[in-house]
């Protein structure tokens, strides 16, 4: 259980941060131009979407349904 819980913070937060440049590459807007809640929020938002679907692949139960 352990090793799965390490690969979903492991890939959320890589995905997160994937997400959040391709996300500033196509809308050609680089992290400096954006406010800097601007981008944590996109991070953050990405990653929660990796975490739950990873959560529930993985049957991690972090969400117990």
């Known amino acids: 259980m352990v090793i799965r819980r390490m690969i979903l913070w492991i890939t959320s937060t890589f995905f997160g941060g994937i997400s959040t440049s391709v996300t500033t590459a196509i809308f050609n807007a680089s992290a400096t ?33």
């Open 33 to 65: 131009s954006l406010p800097l809640a601007s981008t944590i929020l996109i991070f953050l938002s990405f990653c929660g979407l990796a975490f739950i679907w990873l959560d529930y692949f993985l049957k991690t139960q972090y969400f117990q349904i």
